[in-house]
């Protein structure tokens, strides 16, 4: 079993919708999570970061912890067809420097 | 965050030669920064960690003779792929810690090695 699970998709979503990203994990020592969005050929760009459980919101985007699951999501709201990436959920243990990666959704907004 | 720069952003080479690729951490003094390899479709996977001063620590399964990571100064490390077969092809990413409590990493934009 992976540390981190998340589903690799595609999802594909009219614009407009709300998009749900998940992601679970197994390892109860994790602490900062964090939410990454690459674009096709670049660099992963740091999207959210949150610390223990409960919600952080900026602009469209909201993540959430829930730390008795294990389960964090990404809720994108008014999806823009500029929002098309794959989504990469990452988390570490406090001090370890290391991210472990979920393998990335594949997320397509269509106009 | 941070801001991280890759040099070049592709590269194509003939099997059997060495390829350097360079990173740099434009904005913060990086005493860690951290290689990664992504194939098509595929997440990130963590190749080694590069330590200014010192030398890198690899990840489990990757070759240190032929992954050559120089960390000389705190805002460059490189990475040199040491006589390059087609199977090296890739894109390669590095990070730097964005210091202070929030240990995030901020990315480079990558570079996409060819070997043929």
């Known amino acids: 079993q992976k540390e981190v699970e998340q589903d690799p998709g595609p999802l594909s979503v009219p614009e407009g919708a709300i998009v749900s990203l998940n992601c679970t994990y197994s390892n109860s020592a994790f602490q900062y999570f964090m939410w990454y969005r690459q674009y096709s050929r670049k660099g992963p760009e740091l999207l959210m970061y949150?610390?223990?459980?409960g919600n952080k919101e900026d602009g469209r985007f909201t993540a959430q912890v829930d730390k008795s699951s294990k389960y964090i999501s990404l809720f994108i709201r008014d999806s823009q067809p500029s929002d098309s990436a794959t989504y990469l959920c990452?988390?570490?243990?406090?001090?370890?420097?290391?991210?472990?990666f979920g393998q990335g959704t594949r997320l397509t907004i269509n106009p | 965050g941070a801001v991280v720069s890759q040099h070049p952003s592709w590269v194509i080479c003939k099997s059997g030669t060495s390829v350097k690729i360079e990173c740099r951490s434009l904005d913060f003094q990086a005493t860690t920064m951290f290689w990664y390899r992504q194939f098509p479709k595929q997440s990130l996977m963590l190749m080694a960690t590069?330590?200014?001063?010192?030398?890198?620590?690899?990840e489990q399964g990757v070759e240190k003779d032929k992954f050559l990571i120089n960390h000389a100064s705190l805002t460059l490390s490189t990475l040199t792929v040491t006589s390059a077969h087609p199977e090296d092809s890739s894109f390669y990413i590095c990070s730097d810690l964005s210091g202070g409590a929030e240990e995030t990493q901020y990315f480079g934009p990558g570079t996409r090695l060819l070997v043929l």
């Open positions: 949150t610390y223990s459980s």
């Open positions: 590069s330590n200014e001063g010192s030398k890198a620590t690899y």
């Open positions: 990452a988390m570490s243990v406090r001090g370890a420097q290391k991210l472990v």
